[in-house]
């Protein structure tokens, strides 16, 4: 089916609203944050440091630890910001900072999704500039981006309140100026290469992961560059490259020790665990980001993904062994970077999660739609009908069966039971997680204790043994490396004595106490209980637990506290 420019355009423009249409109503329904969402507005607005050691917050503390007031259009305390945490590059949180400063004082999950739907909407049009210049067509290239449109994946992505939306964005830019500047052959052109020079600059100033994008896109055009004999093209692109990423690193000289060592990643942590267990564990780390991509494009079932991992086999194997046809070279850009990157990614990320593979996830969508389209087109039938009929019965099913991630939304703790509240946790700043909910009361004291949980390290080991991982007794090394990982300071500081000595604690009738899941339970009511007058305590709310849940990661991903909730009263 051939479609005109123009008509072309006014159908992606409808992709695009009903794309942003649903991202919109699942904001809207989205109750509660994942812990790093909150901590992009920390970092992206404030200096602000709420007392963790047994202090009295109040709303307005908290307020301030996330908006943007004192340090309006401060992008120095941005930059700061970053240096301390150690983890990212600072466009990202320039950006959200740039919007909240607009809105003074003011916490609102809107002002960052706000950035999300720009560059989830600048992703969706050059995805389909990628499409249709791997394809040629303008109808299978609007196929293509529907298929992600309309996909878990790019609702997840639009909602969750991150760089990763950006990132989605820089990816498909870079290799649509790099097929731009591929399909010129020898026809350089500087204005190309400056369009190359920006994407690169700001790709790496978003998030790291972008050099792994770029760098495999960069290793097909090399190939294929020498390949068609284009040494003049391919000696200004690696030139574009290593200039783009040079003006970044002077932008954020903090990107190599970032990159070589930061606070992510097995090769940060200090490990005595078994090879065995490093084995199975990395087998059990392809099986969730299975489960992972199955979730986010295949309805949730890994079947379902096995079997259009096969179409996709056959749609490159038939058409070479039946009809002598070969891909075409452009499709390898959009292969190589799609399957390697993932598998890449699944295999070093330091958790099992989709943030880290969405930048890749609207290229496995071009990928698989483009091999159904091969393989309807080899055997005669109408892709005009066929695929686009298809897509949108299983975007529709998908939505029914499958809850996208961060939208939470099954928690009472918004409800509080009394005025004040208290928070007890390890180093790890679990309660940056429930910041949204200690909003609504009238202060709220967060504690820190040693003592660990008394039975994590055997949850997580029967967890993982469960899963084929062969822990030989030692997940717990794991554990309690991450827990203490990380260039920013965390200090195993008990706060427990001063808490129970706090005297407005101790004139308190009644008081909401979160438990950590990490700390020890017995521990701290124990010390409430036999140091205080507030005797007895009732559950408010269970957490949920590990084992109903294959990915542990999705565990702190769909659990709204990391906490079990109680009311303590005399």
Known sequence: MRIGNRVSRIVLAVIIAASLALSFYFMQVKQGY?????????????SKELGVDAEWNTPGDFNEY??????????????????IDASHPPLYYAAVHTVCSFFPDTFSRWLAFGINVAMMAGALVLLYRVGRRVSGSNFYALIGVAGYAFSIACITTTI??????????????????????????????????????VTVALGILTQYYFILCAGLIGLVFLVLSVREHHVKSLLF????????????????????????????????????????????????????????????????????????????????????????????????????????????????????????????????????????????TMIHFRAGVAVPVCLLAASALAFTVVKPYYIYGETNLYQPKTDKCVFVGTAMM????????????DSVMIAKTTSMSATLYDELDAFAQARGVITNGKVGAIAKSFMNNGSVERTETDSLGKLVKDKELNGLSE???????????????????KNTGLKHYELIQKDRQFEEFFN??????????????????K
């Not at 996330?66 to 240096?83: E, K, S």
């Not at 820089?170 to 400056?194: E, K, N, Q």
């Open 34 to 46: 994942h812990e790093d969402e909150l901590l992009t507005y920390n970092l992206a607005n404030s």
């Open 66 to 83: 996330l908006a943007a007031g004192a340090h309006r259009f401060d992008y120095i305390n941005v930059y700061d910001n970053q240096i």
């Open 160 to 197: 969750y309140l991150r760089m990763y939306a950006s990132l989605t964005f820089w990816v498909p830019a870079f290799l649509a100026v790099t097929l731009r500047i591929y399909d010129r052959g020898r026809a350089v052109r500087l204005t190309d290469f400056l369009l190359m020079l």
């Open 237 to 376: 692109y690696i030139l574009t490259a290593v200039v783009g990423a040079g003006i970044a690193l002077a932008v954020y000289p903090y990107i190599i020790t970032n990159v070589l060592g930061g606070n992510r990643g097995f090769g940060s942590l200090k490990l005595d665990i078994d090879t065995i267990t490093i084995v199975t564990y990395l087998g059990y780390k392809l099986l969730c980001y299975a489960e992972i991509l199955a979730k986010d494009m295949f309805l949730g079932n890994v079947w379902v993904l096995a079997g259009c991992a096969v179409c996709l086999l056959l749609a490159y194997i038939l058409p070479r062994v039946i009809k002598k046809k070969k891909l075409p070279r452009k499709a390898w850009f959009i292969i190589v970077p799609a399957v390697v990157y993932f598998i890449g990614i699944a295999l070093v990320s330091p958790f099992n999660s989709d943030r880290y593979v969405m930048a890749c996830l609207p290229l496995l969508s071009l990928l698989f739609t483009f091999a159904f389209i091969r393989l309807i």
């Open 430 to 441: 679990e309660w940056n997680k429930c910041i949204d909910k200690f909003m609504n009361y």
């Open 511 to 529: 008081v909401t106490v979160y438990i950590s899941r990490l700390a020890d339970e017995k521990t701290v009511t124990d010390a409430i209980t």
């Open 552 to 569: 542990w990661y999705d565990y702190f991903v769909e659990t709204e506290s990391y906490c079990n909730v109680y009311r303590f009263y």
